[in-house]
């Protein structure tokens, strides 16, 4: 089995709302499975010195509302731009890495999950009990999932899972790294593709 | 004949460079000219406190200059970033737009040639006397593109050119417009094609 796809993303992501749903798709088309590698926007940010998307100078920010919107489209998912954007969504990486303990092969499903539910109607993303709700419907233990937002275990992991990126210069989501080539953005899925099909260009 | 698609650029833009190569080949497919509009980046960046990418944080940077390879690969363009780059190209946008009104039909020759030249070895993309010789080898008059870098008429031309791009919210290149819907990067090329195949999506 080839090393897995790597795809480090903050849940607040809209770009990376979009690639997540086509990721494991697109990986196990050339045999690859997905690690989904949570971080946070905010701790990256911090070393460039950047900003959210939206919160750029007005015609930066509005022509990206525009292309979350048409991006979205283009890839045939639901997108609206929720009134409280972007957020802090350490408790929603928690337990996300709570998963990769308690049912590491339904990742993919909660990342696609809670991140469509965000964007495409009012959604607590961030939220220990909505989280628990989430994790419940999927048939697995809410009550733990809840815990885990709390627990110094996931909080320790989920600040090293922050300084990984950034020691790997990480410094945008979604960032994919095939073996150890790294491609930023929604938009060089095409390239990573074509990255697995010929095993590099 | 359906409204030219618009193509603004910076001949230094590694991007634009690679977008500039097919913009014309994928326009025509859809029955659309390409508007070449020249401007500077030094003038857009400005207004959004933007930076060139090579001189953005050592992380942002290196990616970036490895980013310009690859897609320079995927795209099937030759590429090696230049040894002086950025650099101004104030006289390369004057002979554009000189040969706007000389021979408008070779602009688009013009731009891949003198693009190619600059990002695939050493080349003068800025200097007068060096536009005189591409001008001259496309057959043209070579002495009237040089005298177009001083001349006034050509340099308002391009200043009132830089300002439409700051009115119509333009921050960095390649930036296509089609009818009146921006794009920005050569990785939107896909959503224009598709744009321009579905008259809007």
Redesign the interface.
Known sequence: MKAPVEFWFDFVSPYAYIAAQSIEQLAARHGREVSWKPMLLGAVFK???SSPLTM??P??A??FK??FL??A??AGVPFVLPELFPIATQNTSRVCLWLQDAAPQRIGEFVRQVTRAYFSGPAALNDADWLAAQIAAMGLDGAAAAAACEDTHYKQALKAQCEQAIVK?I?GAPWIIVDSE?F??N??L??VE?WLAQGG?
Do not use: A, I, N
């Open positions: 070393v460039t010195g750029r100078p015609q930066m509005d022509y525009h292309d048409r991006s489209r283009y210069g410094f790294s930023w953005g938009d060089r095409p390239q074509h260009f």
